[in-house]
């Protein structure tokens, strides 16, 4: 609990002292006085000292602390990369909608998260049911890096085929184009994505996991797919050419966020690009795509619109 408080008060601290530093350097000074009034009303009300009202029982505990903890985690880790080493430096982190991939964050994407870890438990009761004894025995026996690696592996080629469903089959479509909506790419608009496209994507991860893989495993493969997807959608130019042949990196997952028609329907693996070639969907060139967002397609610009609309028919626009 005292970690907890601690990190509390640095989130308040950080708020105001940031909003101090965006007033003096931006011209538009809106969103950091209004990140400064409410760190300041944050304080006001008792911060990180607010006593809880009830008993604290041991177990795990998700409450508004934990999502802003979260976010300001993972703004920490990919927005100095994205303004130090950006693609495209005129993009900006306060670009065209991100507000909107702030609200799939908060309502989508980091509860899909929790429940993915949540989860570990009772899949770990279903492996008595799911998995394959000679199989999980003899997972086990090899060396920890090479059990993850391969579980990587398997959630991978898994991935590529709910994937290659929800760009293929027109109902999934429907849901999956939410998440190629975005027109400019950052850390933050890959949590652009409706629940029913997450839910469908993580259930067909961790099922073939159970089959062979400790908790340990895919407790480990969880905590590398939220960072490792999150960076992939980053506005991060630099790229190592002896990684990019085995590792999937932003340039590429950019390909296939792209309108361009060379690269629709492109680059469906999440992490390892080979996979790509082996199914003869792999598209790379030296160049960054020009545009992206959907091509033909227009989806309402709210989220509660994008929300209901993928359950019923969407026209195309010309």
């Known amino acids: 609990m005292h970690t907890i408080r601690v990190l509390i008060q640095c989130l308040i601290v950080a708020a105001i002292l940031f909003g101090i530093i965006s007033t003096i350097l931006r011209k538009k000074k ?16 008792g911060g990180s000292s607010v006593q809880i009202n009830g008993t604290l029982r041991d177990g795990p505990g998700i409450g508004l602390d934990w999502f802003l903890l979260d976010l300001f985690l993972m703004a920490l880790i990919y927005v100095p990369l994205e303004r130090l080493w950006p693609q495209y430096p005129k993009q900006g982190t306060f670009r065209n909608e991100w507000t909107l991939d702030v609200v799939y964050f908060m309502s989508t994407h980091l509860p899909l998260q929790i429940l993915s870890f949540l989860v570990l438990l009772p899949a770990t009761q279903a492996t008595k049911y799911l998995g394959v004894p000679v199989l999980q025995h003899s997972i086990a026996r090899i060396p920890w890096l090479l059990q993850f690696f391969l579980a ?68 480990a493969y969880l905590i ?34 792209t309108s361009q028609k060379e690269g629709i329907d492109k680059n469906f693996a999440i992490h390892f ?37 993928p359950f019923t028919k969407r026209r195309k626009s010309a």
């Open 152 to 219: 990587v592996v398997v959630a991978d080629v898994a991935e590529y085929f709910i994937h290659l469903a929800l760009h293929k089959v027109p109902f999934l479509w429907r849901f999956h184009a939410v998440h190629h909506s975005s027109k400019a790419l950052d850390w933050i608009a890959g949590s652009r994505s409706h629940f029913v496209d997450d839910t469908l994507v993580r259930g067909f991860i961790l099922v073939p996991l159970m089959f062979g893989f400790s908790q340990t495993i895919i407790l």
């Open 273 to 309: 690009p080979w996979i790509d070639k082996i199914f003869g969907t792999y598209y790379y060139p030296d160049a960054w795509p020009e545009r992206y967002g959907l091509d033909g397609e227009e989806i309402a610009p709210d989220f509660f619109r994008q929300t209901i609309e």
């Open 224 to 257: 590398f797919v939220t960072l490792h997807a999150t960076w992939t959608h980053c506005n991060f130019g630099p790229n190592a050419k002896w990684l990019e042949k085995f590792l999937v990196m932003p340039r590429y997952h950019h390909w296939h966020h």
């Open 30 to 45: 809106i969103l950091a006085l209004t990140g400064m009034l409410l760190a300041i009303a944050a304080t006001a009300l």
